[in-house]
């Protein structure tokens, strides 16, 4: 399934917030669907549009309903396309997208990026929940041995790379991440961080500056691997779940809405829109897309980004089960700057409010034919039949687009004949 991923983004509960923007959130639905945002969101407008040549000698326009097109008009219009062509910026960056959303095999999604010089390979998971990219970094306390899939992890040595430098608290990145709590001035004049998580993890380093190679596509579909000096964090401290080999790779890519965010460096440096396109793979093979910049696709459903929050916040409006809209207060799902419905790629499950999961596994229990049950204090269900013969279908109904979701998206197989929600309920997040 191309557009839909379980009702899962990541693994990892990787909300990331640094420790003082960490805060309870009321309504938190972390949906995996292909994202295209720009990341100052704005209301649309409906324009009239007249081609610039329409009024040239031959035009269609000229010519008239039976007119046609001159040749002339035609060697214009190719001419024109040519030149645009020619001095068109390659406006999209690519980035290999693999993982699962499954939590038995790790449950989360990374691609890999190359960094320093000589360049080293590093396995980072991808996280829309916060802004910076780190890196385990040498030497560092709570780092595992191994990552989530029995690799060695690989540590960044600032040391052997030759085009490290230090980020001082004078650089511009840092003063204004000091400005969103995502950096801070240490005793030695560099620029330092220290970040807590939405599931208690904390990672401490400081920021330095590199090398990073990245494959750029144009409009051709033609590719060049190049490479920009970027800011990231070397973290030299783990705790919580970063010093668990069973659910780390070698870092994180945050993909947030702030400057020190890979999108946002990069479209600082001139080298993509500030807009990323985000698919995450829900059947077995796992993977995705993620690509920064640019992206031309067709068949695709919208929803605005509630504009002026730190996170990718949607309107949710209702929930319905085989078309029947489910009565939830809709003021749960308000967007505010501490609650609202989120798309997150650093958390593994999807999460409602209590009442709002009551009422959702209220009404699937009622709609669907198995037998369900309580198991370690989770609802299962036990499957005799086929999912979609045994179990309704969902609608997350947003503002403009609805998405619908099959027993497979919201519900997880455990054993042979038993299957559970992917979705929990909680009071606070």
Not at 163 to 171: F, H
């Amino acid at each position: 399934m191309r557009f839909l991923s379980h009702m899962i983004a990541q693994a990892g509960g990787r909300r990331g917030m640094s420790a003082p923007h960490s805060s309870d959130l009321t309504s938190v639905v972390a949906v995996a669907l292909l994202i295209m945002m720009t990341v100052a969101g704005s209301d649309a407008s409906i324009l009239k549009l007249v081609h610039r040549y329409s009024n040239r000698k031959g035009s269609s326009k000229e010519g008239g309903r039976k007119g046609g097109m001159s040749e002339e008009h035609w060697q214009v219009l190719l001419r024109h396309d040519k030149l645009r062509h020619r001095h068109s910026p390659i406006n999209a960056v690519n980035f290999p997208l693999e993982g699962s959303y499954d939590p038995t095999v790790a449950g989360l999604y990374y691609t890999k990026i190359d960094l320093g010089t000589p360049l080293k390979s590093y396995l980072v998971q991808v996280d829309t929940g916060s802004d910076v990219m780190w890196v385990n970094c040498k030497p560092c306390t709570g780092c595992p041995q191994k990552n989530a899939f029995g690799g060695p992890m690989n540590i960044y040595d600032p040391k052997k790379s030759s085009t490290m430098s230090m980020v001082g608290c004078s650089d511009k990145l840092c003063a204004i991440g000091e400005q969103a709590q995502e950096a801070f001035c240490t005793l030695n004049k560099t620029c330092g961080y220290s970040f807590q998580y939405g599931d208690g993890t904390i990672t401490q380093g400081q920021y330095l500056r590199d090398e990073l190679k990245y494959t750029q596509l144009d409009g051709n579909n033609s590719r060049e691997n190049t490479t920009m000096n970027i800011i990231f964090g070397c973290s030299f401290s783990q705790s919580g779940s970063l010093a668990n080999e069973e659910t780390i790779v070698d870092g994180l890519i945050g993909f947030g809405q702030l400057d020190l965010s890979i999108p946002s460096q990069l479209a600082a440096q001139g080298k993509t829109p500030r807009k990323f396109a985000h698919c995450l793979e829900g059947e077995a093979g796992g993977g995705g897309i993620l690509v920064v910049g640019e992206v031309a696709a067709s068949g695709l459903k919208y929803t605005p980004i509630v504009p002026n929050l730190n996170h990718y916040n949607v309107n949710l409006r209702s929930l319905a089960v085989n078309g029947v809209i489910l009565s939830i207060d809709a003021s749960l799902f308000t967007s505010g700057p501490d609650s609202g419905v989120i798309f997150d790629s650093g958390t593994t499950f999807t999460y409602l409010p209590q009442r709002v999961y009551d009422v959702f596994v209220k009404a699937i229990i009622e709609a669907s034919t198995a037998q369900h049950i309580l198991s370690q204090q989770d609802i299962c269900f036990v499957v005799t039949n086929s999912l979609d013969a045994s179990f309704p279908y969902v609608s997350l109904n947003f503002k403009v687009a609805s998405m619908q979701l099959k027993p497979r998206h919201y519900l997880l197989q455990k054993s042979n004949i038993q299957y559970s929600f992917v979705v929990h309920g909680l009071d606070a997040f």
